[in-house]
Nanobody, 115 residues
């Protein structure tokens, strides 16, 4: 069983920065992909950024140039550095990982950006 635990959310003013962390524990091996999704109230969950084995990285257009995903495969951890935050970035952020065809989610961490 794989568990993903996020940390680093909180309240920040517009223009500020936050760094999210996600660590995997349990019966784990290497993950084919690790990344971050977010869900704002009344909206569907959407991809923010993901890191694939082999080095490929995808970002949502809305965060390009502001957010940076990084991954520590040795620790089975993934991070999201969020700079120049905007009120529209307010959402619950979920860590996501894929291993052997199975999809895993963290419990989510709230990010609130005040104007």
């Amino acid at each position: 069983q794989v568990q993903l635990v996020e940390s680093g959310g909180g309240l920040v003013q517009a223009g500020g920065s936050l760094r999210l962390s996600c660590a995997a524990s349990g019966s784990i091996g290497s993950f084919a992909a690790m990344g971050w999704y977010r869900q704002a109230p009344g909206s569907e969950r959407e991809l923010v950024a993901r890191s694939l084995n082999g080095g490929s990285i995808d970002y949502a257009d809305s965060v390009k140039g502001r957010f940076t995903i990084s991954r520590d495969s040795a620790k089975n951890a993934v991070y999201l550095q969020m700079n120049s935050l905007k009120p529209e970035d307010t959402a619950v952020y979920y860590c996501h990982a894929i291993r052997l065809g199975s999809s895993y989610w963290g419990q989510g961490t709230q990010v609130t950006v005040s104007s």
